[in-house]
């Protein structure tokens, strides 16, 4: 090693690494390499003494300094003329990292699969064999029939029921290890012919055989609302707001066609591609093979595959989940939002974008039309068309002149509730609607969004509630197994036999979860066929979709859920629909807690009546008169919007969508340490905004926030608001430039939860 500095000969190139710094790092080009190395193509670069795969950013650019050394790009995997980023997808990254004031590596880093980063090429999909366990027989037995089978075996009905939850079918280690079911009692359900093993080469992916009858003709509405998205200028953003089952998705379907029947690729974008199975049945129907399913139950492998499919013009059309607005589909000619309103279009990591703005970017930027399509349009959706941003079409009547199902609104503090419910509220009307609905071989769709046995866990005696040792949540009881969960951080312990502060024994369970509605539905309508929808019943790969088939297959006569049975579902079966208690959300410390309860109470009952059948809606709440229950029983999101939108202007200042937010968090695992660190930020937006934004922001708090302690951090934030979107744009750059020295505190512009 000589000490003189080494010269600096040839090409360079700027590199952004997917770590979490805004900088880039300048590579010099091998002479060998030279025709690979382009603006977005992958290359991979000696860092220190490990190697990564970085972006080129750009080419020739100025040497560094002479007394710095520069490394050689090491390899450059993709093709030329087709490198991984094209350049407006590096200009999105661009723009997400500015906008959100998230670090360019981590922007970049969202764009491709991971598989895509890794240094050798990663190996196949091969999961290896699985051992399953799988009930025999379609149909689930009544309880009636259960108790005859099970008599004298609670384990093993236990085991049966934990099966028949999961959707008929679970890998055997999921059974024993997770859900602590015992072996003895799955042995003895094989051995009773109730179930049978199985080893399972390979799951099977059920999105891949799916596929619908070639679509109906439009209707005269659906027409109306085709010919004005083409009579549209491409570059305004289109809300067809329609109400639950007009038939929104023959119209994306349509204005797809056209786009690639014209020789454009396009991207439909829904909220949870494992609940939209109907969805994806159609397009497939119409696009067949042209299609890549992008979903969370695909390998690393046969993401990067179907990754490349798209990027290789192979596949024109991308279904999938937010991450999908990335997805590198040729001559893009059409974005499509599914369901915009839905919270989960929002990334809750670095970088924290929101699929609804980044397919308007990314739309604008390839000159393609973004569609956004809602019955309960957010509210910022709303305002950005009512300001001119956006052109709404109305599908205000559903397919076939059908009525909007009638919703009846049940007051829980007055009405007559069944006096076998116990503490469960469960009134004699809904009650009533149930049993006639199971009466006539009809479907039932009931909500409750809380899972879990019980909510939480209290002593009768000194009035201590079992806390999250790691989070200032309540623990919830489950069943199935037993045990305390925190839904929060995964934390969890044996369901203790006496207070532990005071020792009093027998503990009160309070707070109705979706595990103990079941039992009771059990008990209630024992020859009813119930299944359970919630994070608890779809942990197993396909479940959610072996759920949704046996409701298609109408082997279920109550599908009963979390918010996860509010989404899209077209079951022209299902007459009744009720919300067993509409208040769960109503009155969270968040100032969408009015629209979020809104949205899910309409779309929920939305479900309700959408064959010849017709249907009807039972609402349980114990604020009858609060706007979100009136609007929604009223299936009205103008109606919703107008007594919401003056709210949100007061108290001064206003909340989104009269003005824009970024929150910042900071969080540490000593509380002074959290406070101090929004102080320090909070102070230096308040300079800002004094010496550099002469007021334009407005900056609240800092103060704890509504969850005070997570998973062992305690949590103080600060929310920022400015009727500016250029002042907040401003801060976010400026707070990118400072990189990471503020220990613990994250940014979230835009951000869907206050809590
Ligand atoms: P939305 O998403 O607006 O709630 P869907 O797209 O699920 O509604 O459509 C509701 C139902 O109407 C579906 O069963 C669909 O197959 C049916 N449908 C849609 N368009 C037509 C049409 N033009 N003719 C007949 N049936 C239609
Ligand atoms: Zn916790």
Redesign the pocket.
């Known amino acids: 090693m000589s000490g003189a500095p080494p010269v600096c000969p040839g090409r360079f190139a700027e590199v952004v690494l997917p770590v979490p710094v805004s900088r880039s790092y300048c590579y010099q080009i091998p002479d060998r390499l030279a025709a690979g190395v382009v603006p977005g193509a992958r290359v991979v670069v000696p860092v220190q003494r490990r190697t990564l795969v970085g972006v080129v950013r750009a080419v020739d650019v100025a040497p560094p300094p002479r007394d710095r050394a520069v490394k050689p790009i090491a390899a450059a995997p993709d093709p030329p003329s087709l490198p991984a980023l094209s350049p407006t997808l590096l200009e999105l990254a661009d723009w997400i990292s500015r906008y959100y004031g998230a670090p360019l590596g981590l922007a970049v880093r969202a764009l491709l699969p991971g598989a895509l980063w890794g240094v050798a090429r990663p190996a196949g999909p091969a999961e290896g064999a699985e051992r399953v366990v799988t009930l025999v027989g379609a149909a689930l037995p009544s309880l009636l029939e259960r108790e005859r089978a099970f008599a004298r075996a609670p384990k093993r009905r236990a085991a049966y029921e934990a099966l028949e939850a999961l959707g008929g079918s679970a890998p055997v280690k999921h059974l024993l290890e997770r859900l602590k079911l015992s072996r003895a009692a799955v042995d003895g359900l094989v051995a009773q012919e109730l179930a049978r093993y199985a080893q399972v080469a390979q799951p099977r992916d059920p999105f891949a055989g799916l596929e619908s009858p070639p679509p109906?003709?439009?209707?005269a509405d659906?027409r109306r609302v085709v010919d004005g998205i083409a009579a549209t200028p491409a570059d305004v953003p289109v809300l067809i707001h329609?109400?639950?089952?007009?038939?929104?998705?023959?119209v994306y379907l349509d204005v797809l066609r056209s786009v690639v029947a014209s020789g454009q690729g396009a991207i439909l974008l829904v909220p949870e591609i494992a609940l939209t199975p109907?969805t994806v049945a159609r397009v497939r129907g119409v696009f067949g093979h042209q299609v890549a399913v992008l979903h969370s139950g695909l390998s690393d492998g046969e993401r990067a595959d179907a990754w490349r499919a798209l990027r290789r013009g192979e596949r024109r059309v991308a279904v999938g989940p937010r991450s999908a607005v990335f997805a590198p589909v040729q001559r893009l000619g059409a974005i499509v939002v599914d369901e915009e309103h839905e919270p989960s279009y929002k990334q809750g990591t670095s970088p924290r974008y929101h699929a609804r703005e980044v397919a308007q970017v990314r739309a604008r930027l390839e000159g393609a039309r973004v569609i956004f399509g809602s019955?309960t349009p957010s509210l910022e959706m709303l305002h950005l068309a009512r300001t001119g941003g956006a052109r709404i079409f109305a599908?205000p009547e559903r397919?076939?002149a059908r009525p909007l199902p009638p919703v009846e609104v049940v007051d829980l503090r007055t009405a007559p509730r069944l006096p076998s419910a116990g503490a469960i509220p469960w009134s004699e009307a809904l009650d009533a609607a149930v049993q006639a609905a199971l009466g006539r071989h009809e479907q039932v769709i009931l909500l409750l969004n809380r899972r879990g046995f019980a909510t939480y866990l209290q002593c009768p005696a000194c009035g201590v509630v079992r806390e999250c040792p790691r989070c200032a949540i309540a623990l919830t009881v489950h069943q199935t197994p037993a045990a305390l969960r925190c839904h929060y951080c995964g934390h969890e312990e044996p369901v203790p036999a006496r207070c532990r502060a005071c020792g009093h024994e027998v503990q009160r369970m309070r707070g109705l979860g979706t595990q103990q509605l079941e039992h009771f539905l059990g008990l209630r309508f024992p020859e009813a066929r119930i299944a359970r929808m919630d994070l608890d019943t779809t942990s197993t790969k396909w479940a959610h979709h072996r759920i949704l088939e046996r409701v298609s297959r109408r082997e279920v006569d109550i599908l009963l859920g979390t918010q996860m049975i509010a989404k899209?579902l077209?079951f022209?079966q299902v007459t009744v629909v009720g919300v067993v208690d509409a208040d769960t959300a109503l009155h969270f410390p968040d100032f969408r807690a009015g629209e979020r309860t809104f949205q899910l109470v309409a779309q929920v009952a939305?479900r309700a009546g959408?064959g010849p059948l017709g249907g009807a809606v039972y609402v349980q709440t114990r604020a009858p008169t609060h706007h979100a229950i009136r609007a929604a029983a009223a299936h009205s999101v103008e109606a919703f919007a107008a007594e919401e939108l003056p709210l949100r202007t007061t108290p001064h200042p206003a909340y989104p969508p009269h003005v824009g937010l970024a929150r910042f968090l900071a969080t540490a695992p000593a509380e002074p340490d959290a406070q101090a660190a929004a102080e320090r930020v909070a102070g230096w937006l308040r300079r800002a905004n004094e010496e550099r934004l002469s007021g334009a922001l407005t900056v609240l708090g800092p103060a704890p926030c509504p969850i005070t302690r997570l998973q062992g951090r305690w949590r103080w934030h600060l929310l920022v608001k400015s009727a500016d979107p250029r002042a907040l744009g401003r801060v976010m750059r400026a707070w990118r430039a400072l990189g990471r020295r503020v220990e613990g505190v994250t940014v979230d512009r835009d951000p869907v939860s206050l809590l």
């Open positions: 109906p003709e439009l209707t659906q329609g109400v639950t089952g007009s038939g929104k998705t023959l109907q019955a599908l397919i076939g899209g077209d022209p939305g959408r």
